[in-house]
């Protein structure tokens, strides 16, 4: 049953905020709205996209961590991408409930630990700062104070379009996905004694 949060997605398919259903995610509605979200609430000097963000993160990190990475603000897809002040005060409380929920419903989809592996915590928070070093218009110290102590990555970051995110993030995802099936089969394989 769905509740008045359902929203309309991309695919043809519903998803109910409220009420998510991991039978309800699909790659290509992630991707395509990912593609569509600026970072920054959209104060950047040029458009940069939520799915640009999670392909970078997602090769940053070491597998296994790296499918974990590129669906990391996948809740954004159906959520949006709230700035991160706003979202951390006690007034969204909800809002982050909302959320965990949403992100529960894509890691039961994609068979993934509930859980965010620390390693892409951490490449997600200097992935920020290197966006804020050279996609921001102006340098603010305001909110920033628990990211004085992080170094940005030595690449510039140079923003795609969201047509070449969408294809770069589902692009990455049948590169993780196929990889990680492998993987598995070669698992099964030795644990049953073959090869």
Not at 1 to 27: C, K, Q, Y
Not at 32 to 52: D, I, P
Not at 131 to 141: T, V
Not at 184 to 192: H, V
Request: glycine share 4%.
């Amino acid at each position: 049953m769905h509740t008045n949060a359902t929203i309309g997605l991309f695919s043809g398919g519903t998803f109910d905020i409220l009420n998510p259903r991991a039978e309800d995610v699909r790659i290509e509605d992630i991707a395509h709205a990912l593609s569509q979200q600026c970072r920054f609430t959209g104060h950047t000097k040029t458009f940069y996209s939520v799915a640009q963000h999670s392909v970078l993160a997602s090769t940053l990190v070491a597998a296994p961590d790296e499918l974990w990475a590129l669906l990391h603000d996948a809740s954004e897809a159906y959520m949006g991408d709230m700035n991160r002040p706003l979202k951390h005060t006690p007034e969204m409380s909800r809002f982050r409930t909302a959320e965990k929920a949403a992100m529960a419903a894509i890691t039961a989809r994609f068979g993934l630990d509930p859980k965010e592996p620390a390693a892409v915590k951490a490449i997600d928070r200097r992935l920020v700062v290197s966006e804020a070093r050279d996609l921001l218009p102006h340098s603010h110290s305001e909110g920033w104070e628990s990211f004085q102590d992080i170094t940005p990555l030595p690449m510039a970051i140079e923003p795609w379009s969201p047509l070449r995110a969408e294809m770069m993030f589902l692009e990455r995802f049948e590169e993780l996905i196929g990889s990680r099936v492998m993987a598995d089969k070669s698992f099964r394989l030795q644990s049953e004694g073959r090869s």
